[in-house]
Nanobody, 122 residues
Framework: EVQLQASGGGSVQPGGSLRLSCAASGFAFNDYAIAWFRQDPGKEREPISCIRNGDGITYYKASVKGRFTISRDNAKITVNLQMNSLKPEDTAVYYC???????????????WGKGTLVTVSS
């Protein structure tokens, strides 16, 4: 079955950390760029980090740069998002996504995983 399975969401206090994982199956993972999106209620789903296949070049939305780190393990066919120094505004449903080529927005995505909720609150 072709799928992406996201996990690792939960509740954390401001300043805390969480690690999201995205496990892929059923497709040629090494050929795809992988991205993490997040979505607040009533807002558009936005990309916050992406890692390319091949050269592993990464992208971060400005608001998470320096706090979040994306990594991929092609042997384990997973992509992780380490989130540190979390803020209340990071609260959202997080989705992993795969695409052949550049992921600039939701329209570029070929495959979505189910979301995982991250709540940052004191």
């Amino acid at each position: 079955e072709v799928q992406l399975q996201a996990s690792g969401g939960g509740s954390v206090q401001p300043g805390g950390s969480l690690r999201l994982s995205c496990a892929a199956s059923g497709f040629a993972f090494n050929d795809y760029a992988i991205a993490w999106f997040r979505q607040d209620p009533g807002k558009e789903r936005e990309p916050i980090s992406c890692i390319r296949n091949g050269d592993g070049i990464t992208y971060y939305k400005a608001s998470v740069k320096g706090r979040f780190t994306i990594s991929r393990d092609n042997a384990k066919i997973t992509v992780n998002l380490q989130m540190n120094s979390l803020k209340p505004e990071d609260t959202a449903v997080y989705y992993c996504a795969a695409a052949i080529g550049v992921i600039a927005g939701p329209r570029d995505v070929d495959l979505w995983g189910k979301g995982t909720l991250v709540t940052v609150s004191s």
